[in-house]
């Protein structure tokens, strides 16, 4: 570990940051921006995803198994750009993310289902402007698992948010990328010294095999249990 490092360490240990936190009941999976404008290399936004997209499937596929919800967010702007805010002159080549184009695509590697629930955003995070808190609450769902891309971006504000909202945040490194490592690792190190834990997704997967299949009221999947 750098000097830096070592500094940052220590100065967040004696102000008493970067505590633990425990994994909790009834979790569910958001999915930050998997979609081709981020994805594929061609893209002007592009960069190689391949493995964070693998990994995030394999924990989608252990979390399907105890009916825990998914969640995929994808940025979608008016093509006269009218709704980039600032953001289209700091990010100029977001402006090419037009709803119902190639880039607003979902990549091909990730398994979206019926069942999923997709959100639209035009900021990086997935709260700001969606439904996606309003949705979690009658859901009861006390922890968020955050996966995606950019890391240092949405990803990110996604996880400050998602710990102001009071969720338990976990935020597996395989499932995450960003433009560089050093970058990723950077963002990684503050959510885990401040808003959550970051654990692989092999101990996302075991935390996930120890709680029970998800029920939820409001849902048809729910009402099935009712029925005599």
């Not at 893209?43 to 964070?52: R, T």
């Not at 008016?78 to 402006?95: R, S």
Request: proline fraction near 4%.
């Amino acid at each position: 570990m750098s000097k830096a490092n070592n500094s940052m360490e220590s100065s967040y240990a004696k102000a008493g940051i970067g505590g633990e936190i425990s994994f909790g009941k009834r979790p569910a999976i958001v999915v930050v921006d998997f979609q081709k404008a981020f994805t594929h290399e061609e893209s002007p936004l592009g960069f190689d995803v391949g493995d964070a997209c693998k990994e995030t499937r394999r924990l989608i596929m252990a979390a399907r198994e105890k009916n825990i919800k998914v969640f995929y967010t994808r940025l979608g702007f008016n093509k006269n750009g009218a709704d980039l805010n600032t953001l289209g002159k700091k990010c100029q080549n977001y402006k090419v993310i037009t709803r119902n184009s190639w880039y607003y695509e979902f990549d091909e590697r990730m398994d979206v289902r019926g069942e999923d629930i997709i959100l639209e955003c035009n900021a990086p995070s997935a709260f700001f402007g969606t439904s996606l808190a309003q949705i979690l609450t009658p859901l009861y769902v006390d922890t968020l698992i955050v996966c995606g891309c950019p890391m240092a971006g949405p990803v990110y504000t996604t996880a400050v948010e998602a710990m102001s909202y009071g969720y338990r945040l976990f935020v597996p490194p395989e499932t995450t990328a960003d433009y560089t490592d050093e970058l990723k690792d950077r963002f990684l190190w503050n959510v885990h010294q401040k808003y959550g834990e970051i654990w692989s997704v092999d101990k996302c997967i075991e935390a996930i095999g120890k709680i029970k299949p998800l029920k939820y009221d409001f849902t048809s999947d729910y009402y099935e249990t009712l029925k005599v």
